[in-house]
T-cell receptor, first 115, second 111 residues
Framework: DQQVKQNSPSLSVQEGRISILNCDYT??????FLWYKKYPAEGPTFLIS?????DKNEDGRFTVFLNKSAKHLSLHIVPSQPGDSAVYFC??????????????FGQGTILTVHP | DVKVTQSSRYLVKRTGEKVFLECVQD?????MFWYRQDPGLGLRLIYF???????EKGDIPEGYSVSREKKERFSLILESASTNQTSMYLC??????????FGSGTRLTVV
């Protein structure tokens, strides 16, 4: 059963506009959420994270929002640039038990930013 | 910068072959991980290791084993490669619970 879901396989956005990537989770035993960006033939690179005790974290053009009651987080990229075109993965960090510290990934969303 | 190096970018192997995927990190991290990435499935954890000689099964360990003889090196072994093991394999090293560094990946094709 997929505990972290990215229900949009792809997203297409015009350069300069906002990109919003969504992620839902089913397990309350996560205490951090991470976003990674991945280009083809490269490993994922860390973008931004958020603790479960916060509802927003911002880093330059990237902002992550967390809605704990809805078990939903989103990554906003403003303004979007063609170089942002990549696969974006949401990942959740296990807070305890056998899942402590383990990353659970969503399926990924392919973002394409058109010039 | 932490560097995680995977020895091969592309590999083509025959069904039934024993396959070794090598991963080396240079930052003295205790924790290392092997994932595979498949379209529509994201990254799934195969095996991980918290220290030398230690290994733990991840979510999809069947058909795989690992070796961690030295702290900096974590090897993934496909005992008898099968076509359903065709995938992108990613090694990662971890500084703490939220700071992972991934290698560039090995694209393995089993024919």
């Amino acid at each position: 059963d997929q505990q972290v879901k990215q229900n949009s396989p792809s997203l297409s956005v015009q350069e300069g506009r906002i990109s919003i990537l969504n992620c839902d989770y089913t397990n309350s035993m996560f205490d951090y959420f991470l976003w990674y960006k991945k280009y083809p033939a490269e490993g994922p690179t860390f973008l931004i994270s958020i603790s479960s005790i916060k509802d927003k974290n911002e880093d330059g053009r990237f902002t992550v929002f967390l809605n704990k009651s809805a078990k939903h987080l989103s990554l906003h990229i403003v303004p979007s640039q063609p170089g942002d075109s990549a696969v974006y993965f949401c990942a959740a960090v296990g807070a305890g038990g056998t899942s402590y510290g383990k990353l659970t990934f969503g399926q990924g969303t392919i973002l394409t930013v058109h010039p | 910068d932490v560097k995680v190096t995977q020895s091969s970018r592309y590999l083509v192997k025959r069904t039934g072959e024993k396959v070794f995927l090598e991963c080396v990190q240079d930052m003295d991290h205790e924790n290392m991980f092997w994932y595979r990435q498949d379209p529509g499935l994201g990254l799934r954890l195969i095996y991980f290791s918290y220290d030398v000689k230690m290994k733990e099964k991840g979510d999809i360990p069947e058909g795989y084993s690992v070796s961690r003889e030295k702290k900096e090196r974590f090897s993934l072994i496909l005992e008898s490669a099968s076509t359903n093991q065709t995938s992108m394999y990613l090694c990662a090293s971890r500084r703490d619970r939220t700071f992972y560094t991934f290698g560039s990946g090995t694209r393995l094709t089993v024919v």
